[in-house]
Antibody, heavy 118, light 106 residues
Framework: EVQLVESGGGLVQPGGSLRLSCAAS????????VSWVRQAPGKGLEWVSI???????KYADSVKGRFTISRDNSKNTLYLQMNSLRVEDTAVYYC????????????WGQGTLVTVSS | DIQMTQSPSSLSASVGDRVTITCRAS??????LNWYQQKPGKAPKLLIY???TLQSGVPSRFSGSGSGTDFTLTIISLQPEDFATYYC????????FGQGTRLEIK
């Protein structure tokens, strides 16, 4: 059974850093495309970043240069290192697997809340 | 960047009704269009991918159509559990979601 479990969210001050984790089971992150999607309180979904099976990474313009996606194959875990955090980065962050047969997100974690506030 | 515009933003309907939600892309995305359902406090759930393919386990009262720039999600005979927010997503060039359609009970 495929499962994704996020952790690492919390309260951080503007300008601070946080690292989110997403532990995967039922599939291997090294062989799949896995992404981060966020949702600000009361708002819609926003794609944040993706890492391809080959290691290529992509980012939304809103986080480029501040966020870094990575993975630890030995732990089968995805990470999102978030630096220079802004108030507008406040959101629930979801990790999600991308099915590349038709390019859709088929499995999602439960999300972890990041609050950026002074 | 490809922009996705959903309409309406909100919709009131009754159990048993048929509803249609539309999604328009700012440029052609072929059939790279997915639909998700989200309930409060929960992660999105995939309903339809590649514009018209029903995800396994999703009831057949949900259907999708369209290609190019214009797409629709139709739900026939609304059930109480269908009241939620629906999002379209393009996966043709990076990934962009529509702003969402909130389906409420009339």
């Amino acid at each position: 059974e495929v499962q994704l479990v996020e952790s690492g969210g919390g309260l951080v001050q503007p300008g601070g850093s946080l690292r989110l984790s997403c532990a995967a089971s039922g599939f291997t992150v090294i062989s799949n495309y896995v992404s981060w999607v966020r949702q600000a309180p009361g708002k819609g979904l926003e794609w944040v970043s993706i890492i391809y099976s080959g290691g290529t990474t992509k980012y939304a313009d809103s986080v480029k240069g501040r966020f870094t996606i990575s993975r630890d194959n030995s732990k089968n875990t995805l990470y999102l290192q978030m630096n220079s955090l802004r108030v507008e980065d406040t959101a629930v962050y979801y990790c999600s697997r991308l099915d590349t047969s038709h390019w859709h997100n088929d499995y999602w974690g439960q999300g972890t809340l990041v609050t950026v506030s002074s | 960047d490809i922009q996705m515009t959903q309409s309406p933003s909100s919709l009131s309907a009754s159990v048993g009704d048929r509803v249609t939600i539309t999604c328009r892309a700012s440029q052609s995305i072929s059939s790279r269009l997915n639909w998700y359902q989200q309930k409060p406090g929960k992660a999105p759930k995939l309903l339809i991918y590649a514009a018209s393919t029903l995800q396994s386990g999703v009831p057949s009262r949900f259907s999708g159509s369209g290609s190019g720039t214009d797409f629709t999600l139709t739900i026939i005979s609304l059930q109480p559990e269908d009241f939620a927010t629906y999002y379209c997503q393009q996966s043709y060039s990076a990934f962009t979601f529509g702003q969402g359609t909130r389906l409420e009970i009339k």
